[in-house]
């Protein structure tokens, strides 16, 4: 977290950074958020730019060191306003769920870059 409340992004865009406030992937209930960089400064795509693919039904893996595998379906993507990302998607609480953010288009640079966020949650996939 910034010291402003918002959630920090990891600088590699290779490489996806755990909401540490929430509940981890795999655990059994709340919302277990991911982000990560769609691109990088230099135009180079970023581990979440597969996330413009994913569709409703797909697989998705998590893999974390000293841990099984953890493994979900997807069940809903939208794009919000950065600024209207709901709180629900950090929920500690609930149905385990699997929710992967980065950047949406539009993207102006004068306003500080992308305007909106790709949301992404998944379901556990049963055994």
């Given at each position: 977290?910034?010291?402003?409340?918002?959630?920090?992004?990891?600088?590699?865009?290779?490489?996806?950074?755990?909401?540490?406030?929430?509940p981890?992937?795999?655990?059994?209930?709340?919302?277990?958020?991911?982000?990560?960089?769609?691109?990088?400064?230099?135009?180079?795509?970023?581990?979440?730019?597969?996330?413009?693919?994913?569709?409703?039904?797909?697989r998705?893996?998590?893999?974390?060191?000293?841990?099984?595998?953890?493994?979900y379906?997807?069940?809903?993507?939208?794009?919000?306003?950065?600024?209207?990302?709901?709180?629900?998607?950090?929920?500690?609480?609930?149905?385990?769920?699997?929710?992967?953010?980065?950047?949406?288009?539009?993207?102006?640079?004068?306003?500080?870059?992308?305007?909106?966020?790709?949301?992404?949650?998944a379901?556990?996939?049963?055994?």
């Open positions: 977290m910034t010291e402003e409340g918002a959630m920090s992004v990891p600088e590699d865009p290779a490489v996806a950074g755990w909401y540490r406030y929430g981890e992937p795999g655990t059994t209930q709340g919302s277990a958020v991911l982000v990560g960089h769609v691109d990088s400064d230099t135009g180079a795509l970023g581990e979440f730019a597969a996330l413009y693919e994913v569709e409703r039904g797909d998705v893996e998590v893999h974390r060191a000293g841990a099984e595998p953890s493994a379906r997807v069940v809903s993507r939208a794009t919000v306003p950065k600024d209207e990302l709901s709180s629900s998607a950090f929920r500690r609480t609930g149905q385990p769920v699997l929710t992967l953010i980065t950047c949406a288009p539009p993207f102006v640079p004068e306003r500080g870059g992308y305007l909106a966020n790709l949301v992404v949650t379901r556990p996939e049963r055994p």
